[in-house]
């Protein structure tokens, strides 16, 4: 269990943590939440601190700043490939062979400035307590729902990392990240949890929707994505 954990936040984050091995992605999958929360609660304290001392605006901006950086942008890296190649091809597989290039054009650009400009601007808009509690919410449930999609199967012919996901990660995985996410949050906001996990569903299913008529499936990129989308509405 502590090297499936190691694993998890050796592949979530840009910390230097040494693990066996011996890598299982679906056991490691089931820990994504708990690196999650980690992350919020550092990044929730880090907020709530700044905002005695200086205005709202620039501490969320120090704040996001922060998070983006203790994942190396590994979520948004995965929001940006993703709308290049939904937004940017004009068939299915057009947009594939987009995602399949690294390098970020205009829609995935427009993507990652958004995104920061949208959370920097909500995370300000918010009391020092109620960010503080956002945040750790935001970062903990919404990498639960990268594992739902991992259920779902993998765009035709895809052979990465989504693809390897989808065929390794079953229900019961789900299930254990679940329950973990409850363990982990609902001592913090109570029945608030099943209102925001509503509007996460909601809000999941339809980019999941539109994500499988774009490309017919997910794939690591959409992965990322999906994490964002929920953060940001979270």
Do not use: C
Not at 42 to 67: C, D, E, R
Not at 92 to 107: A, C, F, Q, V
Not at 118 to 123: D, P, R, Y
Not at 198 to 226: E, Q
Request: hydrophobic fraction near 55%.
């Amino acid at each position: 269990m502590i090297n499936d954990i190691k694993v998890a936040f050796a592949f979530l984050t840009r910390i230097p943590i040494g693990h066996k091995p011996d890598i299982s992605i679906q056991r490691s999958a089931v820990w994504f939440p708990f690196v999650g929360w980690v992350i919020g609660g550092v990044t929730g304290i880090l907020y709530y601190f700044l905002s005695q001392g200086i205005p709202a605006l620039p501490a969320a901006a120090i704040t996001i700043l922060f998070s983006t950086l203790v994942t190396g942008g590994f979520h948004q890296d995965g929001l940006a490939d993703t709308f290049d190649g939904l937004v940017g091809g004009w068939t299915p597989e057009d947009r594939l062979r987009i995602l399949k290039d690294s390098r970020h054009g205009t829609y995935g650009v427009l993507a990652i400035v958004m995104q920061s400009i949208i959370q920097v601007a909500l995370l300000a808009s918010l009391d020092t307590r109620t960010g503080l509690l956002a945040l750790l919410t935001a970062h903990t449930l919404g990498r639960l729902v990268p594992i739902y999609f991992m259920l779902t199967p993998a765009a035709p012919s895809h052979e990465g990392m989504g693809a390897t996901y989808a065929r390794a990660v079953k229900a019961s995985h789900v299930a254990l990240s679940t329950l973990l996410t409850i363990v982990l949050l609902a001592p913090f906001i109570t029945l608030h949890l099943l209102l925001v996990s509503a509007l996460v569903v909601i809000i999941s299913l339809f980019f999941l929707f539109y994500v499988r008529k774009k490309i017919g499936g997910v794939l690591g990129d959409v992965l990322g994505a999906s994490e964002q989308i929920a953060e940001s509405f979270i």
